[in-house]
């Protein structure tokens, strides 16, 4: 039973760029939730989504977006990359919204801004 | 419920002792209380967690303490291994979403 999965697991770009970052759930799972973790930090909340809407939202800007596909799988985009972006984001995905049915992280996608 | 301190930000034991680490949180209402253990360049861990309903809950050498009244909550670590080192972050669960402590690090020494 193949756990969460992230694609690209390591990826550069340019100041100004736009990056796009995909997030496969665990199987049986069909909420998704983003998060952000700078080097040396804790991950911070990005937004949740649940049945393709985006349910929640922590204080990121709108350069921050998302979507979920009909088979719970999820993208987060940034638009207009800044330096600050440079992170390792994660996915985590679980059976349900509420946060006691606990998350199952992924590896997460290093980006580097440059 | 963005207020999660976390201390201490770095922790040295020798193999065998125990570790604790420590977590204040500021949301009342916040009800689930996950411990993540994160290896370098690996996800994190979900190692431990307590509901609010619960004072305490131990497994294996691991144990959480919840105080809802003083608004926090403690990892303790028995008899530590060298496999133990590791960032730990706790975490405050509030309805949809975690705020993370800032971590510790957590070195045992063989």
Redesign the interface.
């Known amino acids: 039973d193949a756990g ?1 999965t992230q694609s690209p697991t390591h990826l550069i770009k340019t100041r100004g760029q736009q990056v796009t970052l995909r997030c496969s759930p665990k199987s049986g799972h069909d909420t998704v ?1 983003w ?1 952000q973790q700078a080097l ?6 990005i937004f ?1 989504y649940y049945e393709e809407e985006e ?2 939202r ?2 990121f800007p709108d350069r921050f977006s998302g979507h979920q596909f009909p088979n719970y799988s999820s993208e987060l985009n940034v638009n207009a990359l800044l330096l600050g972006d440079s992170a390792l984001y ?1 996915c985590a995905s679980s059976p349900g ?4 049915y ?2 199952t ?4 996608t290093r980006l580097t801004v440059v | 419920g963005e207020n999660v301190e976390q201390h201490p930000s770095t922790l040295s034991v020798q193999e065998g002792d125990s570790a604790v680490i420590k977590c204040t949180y500021s949301d009342s209402a916040s009800n689930y209380f996950p411990w993540y253990k994160q290896e370098l360049g690996k996800r994190p861990q979900l190692i431990i967690d307590i509901r609010s309903n619960v004072g305490e809950k131990k497994d294996q050498r691991i144990a959480v303490t919840l105080n809802k009244t003083a608004k926090h909550f403690s990892l303790h670590i028995t008899e530590t291994q060298p496999e133990d080192s590791a960032v730990y972050f706790c975490a405050e669960g509030n309805f949809n979403k975690f705020y993370f402590g800032s971590g510790t690090k957590l070195n045992v020494k063989p």
Request: hydrophobic letters at 20%.
């Open positions: 969460v939730s998060y040396g930090q804790g991950p911070q909340f949740q349910r929640q922590g204080n994660l919204t509420g946060v006691s606990g998350y992280f992924g590896s997460g």
